[in-house]
């Protein structure tokens, strides 16, 4: 019933390397989030991508956006060892409704 | 200022009882949602209050889930006759605007309730 898929679902990386994480939604979005969550604590807002935008930078992270794929990627580089979290996709769908859906999630280990 | 706010942080429940989650958001935020989210998966929509008005609730698994905001602010989440399926966590977030088409305000989550079902 979600509306993203995340790809992979799990990632190991060496401190340093590059992370790259993949999102696909099913309906056309005004937006796309990602989210970050560490273990056993709430999501933590990242970056949003309009619809409009193609591509966006805040810091190690680059957003992609290809909405005539439904998809997104996330990219993480020179990664940290606290960079260790799940990280989620996050849509509204331009179809009328309150809701913001998250995919399933792809669980990021990042080896010190 | 203060993150959203949740409570309890830890919930265990006979089959059959009624339980009662509460959740704070961050003051002034017109948006409040309720997510479950079982071990290993993304957040599932619950429900979603804009000020005191609840505009979705579709997410809602069943009659026995019931969410309130009666003054806008504080929220409480009710599930009567709890449920082993009922086990979960159940995240709630706070966002400034409300949710419109363009909805560019960011949800702020509080840390969660886990709740077991015994």
């Known amino acids: 019933s979600q509306q993203g898929e995340e790809d992979p679902q799990a990632l190991s990386i060496q401190e340093g390397e590059n992370a790259t994480m993949n999102c696909s939604y099913k309906?056309?979005?005004?937006?796309l989030q990602w989210y970050r969550q560490n273990s056993g604590r709430g999501l933590v807002h990242l970056i949003l991508?309009?619809?409009?935008?193609r591509e966006k930078h805040s810091g190690r992270l680059r957003v992609t956006l290809d909405t005539s794929k439904k998809s997104s990627s996330l990219l993480i580089t020179a990664s940290r060892a606290a960079d260790t979290a799940s990280y989620f996709c996050?849509?509204?769908?331009?179809?009328?409704?309150?809701?913001?859906?998250f995919g399933a999630g792809t669980r990021l280990f990042v080896k010190a | 200022g203060a993150g959203v706010s949740q409570s309890p942080r830890y919930k265990v429940a006979k089959r059959g009882q009624d339980v009662a989650l509460r959740c704070d958001p961050i003051?002034?935020?017109?948006?409040l949602f309720w997510y479950q989210q079982a071990l290993g998966q993304g957040p599932e929509f619950l429900t979603y209050?804009?000020?005191?008005?609840?505009?979705?609730k579709s997410g809602l698994p069943s009659d026995r889930f019931f969410a309130e905001r009666p003054e806008g602010s504080v929220s409480t989440l009710k599930i009567q006759r709890t449920q082993q399926e009922d086990s979960a966590v159940y995240l709630c977030?706070?966002?400034?605007?409300?949710?419109?088409?363009?909805?560019?305000?960011?949800?702020?989550f509080g840390n969660g309730t886990r709740l077991t079902v015994t």
């Open positions: 977030a706070s966002s400034l605007g409300p949710l419109t088409g363009n909805h560019n305000s960011p949800l702020h």
């Open positions: 309906t056309s979005i005004n937006n």
């Open positions: 991508i309009r619809s409009n935008e």
């Open positions: 996050a849509t509204v769908p331009n179809t009328g409704g309150f809701k913001t859906i």
């Open positions: 003051s002034g935020h017109v948006s």
């Open positions: 209050f804009q000020n005191e008005a609840q505009l979705d």
